[in-house]
């Protein structure tokens, strides 16, 4: 029996599990440093706001890896 796209989709994005824990690990670091330099920081400076966005951006990408691999897990715990 042929699967179907939505399952073909994740069967193919879970074979990049591994990649997919380490670039959650490098945006997490990532967002700790980002934080961390903006509490040190002067507020009123242009750097503010850049981290700021710079936050934002980093749980829009942080949000979806996530999702990937609990699902990724989820399936494949579901398979044992």
């Known amino acids: 029996m042929s ?11 879970c074979e990049y599990r ?3 824990h380490l670039l ?3 945006t997490t670091v990532l967002l700790v440093l980002t934080v961390t ?3 040190m920081g002067d507020q009123q400076t ?3 706001v850049i981290s700021i966005v710079t936050i ?3 749980v829009a990408t942080i949000v979806p890896i996530s999702y ?4 990724c897990g989820a399936m494949t715990n579901g398979r044992s």
């Open 3 to 13: 699967m179907s796209p939505k399952e073909r989709f994740w069967d193919v994005l």
């Open 18 to 20: 591994p990649f997919l």
């Open 24 to 26: 959650l690990l490098f």
């Open 37 to 39: 330099a903006m509490a």
């Open 46 to 48: 242009d750097a503010y």
């Open 56 to 58: 934002a951006v980093l």
């Open 68 to 71: 990937c691999v609990w699902r």
